[in-house]
């Protein structure tokens, strides 16, 4: 374990053998220096953990906690393996492709290796109050774990989520935007689970497809449709949901960098 103390915030990192993705598993935790022991505070698991340094977090919770906009907060990035597309797909469904074939066992790791690990070596968090967020892959994974375990996540954060994934290829003259969107369909079949809030960011030079051609590009056509069908089930705009499309984001670490604080704020916010 390598530990990083400042005076706001501790950074650790430590390596995981991971029986069930077979491979070794890098966790950067981020947590107040000064507020450790006092209470038991909420948890934030972040899939592509490996951006966070990129991101400069250690900065962005400096400012944040300097200015005492946020409440305390447990922060674990999780790092992507090499078998990413696989890990971080939609744990019941493959995608047209065959991808998403180990996102299951991402699953269990989540809950019987890496919770576990956590646990047994900070007490002072709280696992009555935990919540997943991500970035493209990471955040339609994130996504798909809270929405499949609700009872276990209280919020959920998506950064150009990777709402595209679909069962049939969209050149396929089958495709269908409304049945074959993967996540899109599971909000659609799901249940209402009133704890739940949820962010998603977009930028709007994520990317330039417009695969139905209606003048909007599709990481931001997917992530509205999701929402629509989150609308649909009864969760509230700007209540229950809130949306962040920012003008000239792109699909980055430094776009999503600027994003973060507003998301820790919504949710987090003193």
């Not at 002072?124 to 994974?141: A, D, H, M």
Request: aromatic share 14%; with cysteine; proline share 3%.
């Amino acid at each position: 374990m390598h530990i990083k103390r400042a005076a706001l915030i501790t950074a650790e990192i430590h390596v995981l053998q991971s029986k069930l993705l077979d491979r070794e598993v890098t966790l950067s935790v981020y947590y107040p220096s000064y507020n450790n022991t006092l209470h038991e505070m909420e948890m934030l698991l972040i899939n592509d953990g490996q951006d966070l340094e990129t991101m400069n977090f250690e900065n962005i919770l400096t400012n944040l906690y300097n200015h005492r906009e946020i409440r305390p907060l447990f922060f674990a990035g999780i790092s992507c393996g090499a078998n990413r597309k696989n890990e971080y797909g939609t744990a019941k469904i493959l995608d047209y492709a065959g991808r998403g074939n180990k996102a299951a066992l991402y699953q269990q790791f989540i809950f019987e290796e890496l919770l576990p690990f956590i646990k047994i070596n900070y007490t002072f968090v709280s696992f009555k109050e935990k919540s997943f967020c991500g970035f493209s892959l990471g955040g339609l994974s994130a996504l798909d774990i809270v929405w499949n375990h609700p009872e276990e996540f209280k919020n959920v954060g998506v950064f150009s989520g990777s709402f595209w994934w679909r069962s049939v290829s969209q050149d396929d003259p089958l495709f269908d935007e409304y049945s074959d969107r993967i996540m899109q369909a599971q909000i659609r079949k799901g249940n209402y689970y009133p704890w739940l809030k949820f962010f998603f960011e977009t930028g709007t030079m994520d990317e330039t497809a417009d695969r139905n051609n209606n003048g909007i590009i599709d990481s931001i056509d997917d992530t509205i449709s999701l929402i629509d069908e989150l609308v649909k089930k009864g969760y509230r705009d700007q209540e229950d949901i809130l949306y962040m499309e920012l003008k000239d984001g792109k699909h980055d670490v430094p776009t999503w960098g600027k994003a973060f604080p507003y998301f820790l704020r919504w949710r987090w916010g003193k």
